[in-house]
């Protein structure tokens, strides 16, 4: 038994390795588009545009929200509401889209696009807005918009 446990300690940060340069391979083979220097700002620099400024807050087409570096989908017109804030809110993001982390300091809920890490915005839950009672609070230069095709 206590070999097998000497073998586990020694395989199990090998295999976590191979993980990690497996992951590090996969992001530098991505293709980001290109940011200027106000969208670096929000989506690399965590930054916030002004309110009532994006070009999405007012914006009820219907299609598909992107991320902007990365293109990945990320929320659907659909899930999209008004909530009077100035930026774009959704109750909903498309599943397994948006990675959410707890910001430092406990009080908010940072989101960020999970396949590049581009900074969103933050959710917020139980404000009451709408059924699902959250509201993903997203920067509108953190998004691309792809209009549904008409059939
Ligand atoms: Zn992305």
């Known amino acids: 038994m206590k070999q ?3 073998i586990l300690l020694i395989a199990l ?4 390795n191979a ?3 497996t992951k590090s391979k996969k992001e530098s083979a991505m293709k980001f588009n290109e940011l200027n220097a106000f969208e670096k700002s929000v989506i690399e ?8 400024t994006g070009i999405y807050y007012k914006h009820d087409e219907k299609g598909t929200y992107v991320c ?6 990320l929320y659907r017109s659909a899930d999209k509401f008004d909530a009077h804030c100035g930026w774009p809110s959704f109750d909903d993001e498309i599943k397994g889209a948006v990675k959410k982390t707890v910001d430092a300091d406990g009080r908010r809920t940072e989101i960020t696009c999970a396949k590049c890490g581009a900074h969103l915005g933050h959710v917020f839950v139980g404000e009451g807005f709408t059924s699902k009672n959250t509201r993903h609070c997203v920067n509108s230069v953190s998004l691309n918009f792809l209009p549904e095709l008409k059939k």
């Open 13 to 16: 940060p090998i295999i976590a």
């Open 4 to 6: 097998i446990g000497i």
């Open 68 to 73: 902007k570096k990365c293109n990945e989908p």
């Open 45 to 52: 620099g965590k930054g916030t545009e002004r309110p009532f």
């Open 19 to 21: 993980q990690d340069i």
